[in-house]
């Protein structure tokens, strides 16, 4: 009989004990529910749209970190001593949360620095430039090397340069940089527009310029629109780079760089505005990519190799080129370049080498395959007497070019088919010629035969026009490179 109570009341202190546990339970529940969404994603939401709120409202959200706090799937309940395992997303720093405006007339340069300074401390995070607004955004630099690594950019609105002379100070090499970065991405469908207009016209064209637009012109350094610089793993995929007041995308100093599905887009007329400019960077990878600009579409500089460049559309502009190398007696290197399958219209050239007189070092393994050109002046250039003032020296050592191939190039030209002008102390050798048909298309300007000196190596014939003057075999002056002039 006492055994009967002692059990029945442990029963009941159980069922207490079990009740009370459940209490808590459902109070942890509710607690978890108020502290996610829906109240959570309504502050969140009305904060990324009231934009013409007070600034006080979004200042205490400038850590960012409610946005890791992420609600579990409304479906499931949220089991004790799990939450932890469900993963966090990305971290999401959007630049109107740090006080920007997106107005396109306030500068927003000091939201972007804070809006950077946090996403840089975070692995995998994500800086949002969210689409529909306009950013006014000074001279600014996304630098490394302390941040967390594979970070996003991800670019849906539009970022304008300042248009003031206020803003260069003296004079910027660049406008957007990102430097020492290990894993960058850029991606979006948003604009990065340069203004660049100001820069690109002559004092005479310019009838009513405003105070500004004049002592801008005195600026004498022109800034490159992006400017990536020793960094690795980087991405450039879906945004708009336009009307950049000099070259639109700069890699320096970079390794393994993808550029795909993006636009380049300038008028013909823009002095000086290059497309891709890749400098001492290798494993590049540049495709389904449209130019437009006012200087070359991608121009490779010294300190290259294996850079592969296909499905690219060019023009108008001055095309793909390798070079100017060697300027002031300087050693240059580039090796295992990759170029095919380009449209390139409306150019001064098509596919292009060139070097100064007077400098050292070597370009070698260039293959430039399945070209189309339309209404290109000279579709294939190679000049080792580059020039751009009215004369330059005449010198005997050049950077030596070897190993140069053209296969399958169609299509039309104004002035020239084929420039191929060598050094005479350093002949261009091993160049070779399969598949050429280029046919003139009649215009004002007088038409040339094909151009050779001291270029030597293998013709594939037929070719249209016949390129006769291609020297076969090696140059007898088999130049012994010094040491400098090795790569
Ligand atoms: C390169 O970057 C991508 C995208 O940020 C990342 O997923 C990948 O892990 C990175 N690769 C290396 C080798 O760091
Ligand atoms: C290319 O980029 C645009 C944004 O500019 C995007 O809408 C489109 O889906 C991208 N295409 C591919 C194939 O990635
Ligand atoms: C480039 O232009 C072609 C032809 O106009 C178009 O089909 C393609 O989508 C464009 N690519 C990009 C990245 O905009
Ligand atoms: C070629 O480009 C120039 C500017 O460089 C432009 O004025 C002209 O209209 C273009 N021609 C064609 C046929 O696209
Ligand atoms: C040449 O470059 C390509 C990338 O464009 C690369 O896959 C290949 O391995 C390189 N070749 C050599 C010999 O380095
Ligand atoms: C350089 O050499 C070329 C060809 O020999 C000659 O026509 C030219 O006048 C020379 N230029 C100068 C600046 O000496």
Redesign the pocket.
């Known amino acids: 009989m006492r055994l009967k109570c002692f059990v029945l009341l442990l029963f009941f202190l159980v069922l207490l004990l079990c009740t009370k546990f459940d209490g808590c339970e459902a109070r942890n529940q509710r607690h978890r529910k108020s502290k996610l969404s829906p109240s959570a994603m309504a502050r969140k939401k009305g904060r990324h749209t009231s934009v013409g709120s007070s600034k006080g409202d979004r200042d205490d959200h400038g850590d960012g970190r409610d946005n890791q706090l992420n609600p579990p799937p409304s479906s499931q309940p949220p089991y004790p001593g799990t939450e932890h395992q469900v993963p966090n997303p990305a971290a999401m720093f959007s630049v109107l949360d740090y006080g920007a405006n997106g107005d396109g007339v306030a500068d927003d340069t000091k939201a972007f620095e804070a809006a950077w300074a946090a996403a840089c401390k975070v692995e995998g995070s994500v800086l949002i430039v969210p689409a529909e607004f306009e950013f006014l955004v000074g001279p600014i630099s996304f630098s490394g090397p302390s941040c967390g690594p594979n970070i996003v950019f991800q670019l849906d609105g539009t970022i304008l340069a300042p248009a003031d002379s206020r803003s260069w100070g003296s004079g910027l090499l660049w406008w957007i940089e990102f430097t020492k970065l290990q894993g960058i991405t850029i991606r979006g469908s948003g604009v990065i527009e340069g203004r660049g207009s100001i820069w690109w016209t002559s004092t005479e064209s310019n009838v009513h310029p405003s105070d500004d637009e004049l002592s801008l012109k005195l600026v004498e350094i022109k800034p490159t629109a992006l400017r990536f610089y020793g960094s690795y793993n980087v991405t450039i995929t879906g945004i708009t780079i336009q009307n950049s007041p000099q070259c639109h995308l700069k890699f320096d100093n970079c390794e393994a760089v993808q550029v795909f599905n993006m636009t380049i887009n300038s008028p013909g007329t823009s002095l000086n505005t290059d497309g891709i400019h890749l400098q001492n960077s290798r494993?590049?990878?540049i495709h389904h990519t449209n130019m437009s600009c006012g200087d070359d579409c991608v121009s490779i500089q010294t300190g290259c190799?294996?850079?592969?460049i296909h499905s690219v559309d060019c023009g108008p502009g001055h095309g793909i080129s390798i070079g100017g190398l060697g300027r002031d007696n300087m050693k240059a290197c580039v090796?295992?370049?990759?170029v095919r399958d380009i449209n390139v219209h409306n150019t001064t050239n098509g596919v292009r080498i060139k070097t100064w007189q007077g400098g050292s070092g070597s370009v070698q393994?260039v293959t430039f395959s399945n070209i189309r050109v339309s209404e290109v002046q000279t579709p294939i250039v190679i000049d080792q007497f580059y020039c751009d003032r009215s004369s330059c020296k005449n010198q005997t050592s050049a950077v030596a070019l070897s190993g140069i191939a053209y296969e399958n190039i169609r299509g039309t030209y104004t002035v020239k088919p084929v420039h191929f002008a060598c050094s005479d102390a350093s002949p261009c050798s091993d160049i070779s010629i399969t598949g050429i048909e280029l046919q003139p298309l009649q215009e004002q300007y007088h038409m040339y035969e094909p151009f050779c000196w001291k270029a030597f190596g293998e013709l594939y014939p037929p070719t249209v026009p016949p390129i006769v003057c291609l020297q076969s075999g090696k140059p007898a002056s088999n130049r012994i490179l010094s040491d400098h002039g090795m790569c």
């Open positions: 494993d590049v990878m190799t294996n850079i592969n090796s295992n370049i990759t393994s």
